[in-house]
């Protein structure tokens, strides 16, 4: 940014945008601006800004750390160094599951993460991130940009004091790891399973004991039998896990996540005192950046699941009907139930669904014909 648009901007938004710019730099944001005139700072004059980003991932973890890292650079690079970010992983400024507070009440600037590890605070972020029997990435990413899901997003972010995009998305997960066959829903009953979210719920709803944990500390569970199963994303991530040398049976589909997005959120005071010219590149790199990890995700997918199968001995297994009749059955009940949290949740599964059953109309015959026929299955 030029010297000249950050003293405009200054103009405009007085001094305590001034004060706050030098606030965000290595120390912890503030919600506050002072009011004591103090000299002009080299931050100011320059309009340079240091923020720091935590995230729910482990250090360049393929696909989730290393995209939070590309986010960082990218807006660094197209701010031509004006905006830096700091990305610490899991655990080295805070545990993974309280960036949301972090970033919340300005401890950190922003986070990447999953919205919905957030479902404690209000059920509705889990919306942004994926739903049982839900949209498929292209299908939220239509939701997201164009069906009115940004403008609800912000509005329950806000509540908080937070501002998000969409930055990333697996695709289609897979239906997670076991350490027995699941033949049936009484399979079911009791296991002891990691999954976050609403799918957490509908295993509840069939008698499991979910329980959300973040990535680092997956593997460890398992292995000691704190839990039974875990699903955590794909064959590219759970074979950098390492989950096959501690269970075998490996499940699909997935019905929890059928197009997990991923986010990259700001604390809304830190992002608004930005410029124009910042705030637009912010959210054209996190966009970029979702479009990039689905094509990463899709490219790396097959190759790791055909290593899990050939060299680790890994049993591909596929949900039954019974078992999979019952997951969409709870699911129904869950997101039934999730709409009458609140007034917002309710405004947001609302929207969610008309615009998923707009979609299932085209997708019907569109791609989903297309594979279909390309396949040699029946429609």
Request: proline content about 3%; hydrophobic content about 40%.
């Amino acid at each position: 940014m030029k010297r000249r648009d950050f003293l405009t901007g200054a103009a405009v938004t007085g001094a305590a945008a001034a004060t706050l710019a030098v606030a965000g730099c290595d120390n912890a944001s503030t919600t506050t601006a002072s009011t004591e005139t103090t000299p002009a700072s080299p931050a100011i004059l320059t309009g340079k800004r240091k923020l720091k980003m935590v995230t729910t991932w482990q250090k360049n973890f393929p696909g989730l750390g290393t995209s939070a890292e590309r986010v960082a650079k990218r807006i660094e690079d197209a701010t031509d160094g004006q905006v830096s970010i700091k990305v610490y992983a899991a655990g080295e400024l805070v545990p993974a599951f309280e960036c949301f507070d972090a970033v919340s009440t300005g401890t950190a600037d922003c986070y990447n993460g999953a919205e919905y590890y957030w479902q404690g605070k209000s059920v509705g972020f889990s919306f942004f991130t994926a739903v049982p029997f839900g949209m498929t990435a292209n299908e939220l990413t239509a939701w997201i940009y164009h069906g009115g899901g940004q403008e609800l997003w912000d509005e329950l972010s806000a509540q908080f004091n937070l501002k998000g995009f969409l930055s990333a998305n697996t695709g289609v997960q897979m239906g997670g790891w076991f350490n027995k066959r699941i033949e049936s829903l009484e399979d079911l009953k009791g296991l002891k399973i990691r999954m976050p979210g609403l799918g957490g719920e509908v295993l509840r709803q069939l008698g499991a004991a979910a329980v959300s944990l973040p990535g680092p500390d997956i593997y460890q569970a398992l292995q000691t039998g704190a839990i039974d199963a875990t699903e955590w994303v794909g064959p590219w991530n759970d074979l950098a896990q390492g989950f096959y040398k501690v269970t075998k049976y490996y499940y699909w589909p997935g019905f929890h996540e059928p197009g997990a997005a991923l986010a990259t959120v700001f604390n809304k005071d830190v992002f608004e005192s930005l410029t124009k010219s910042q705030q637009g590149i912010i959210q054209n790199v996190c966009h970029t950046e979702h479009d990039y990890t689905l094509a990463e995700f899709n490219h790396h997918n097959s190759a790791a699941l055909d290593t899990l199968l050939r060299d680790h001995g890994v049993i591909l297994e596929k949900f039954s009907d019974e078992v999979f009749t019952g997951f969409r059955d709870a699911s129904a009940k869950v997101l039934e139930e999730a709409s009458k949290e609140s007034e917002i949740a309710g405004r947001i599964y609302k929207s969610f669904r008309e615009n998923l059953d707009n979609s299932i109309r085209w997708t019907r015959i569109s791609e989903e014909a297309y594979v279909n026929m390309r396949t040699g299955s029946e429609g």
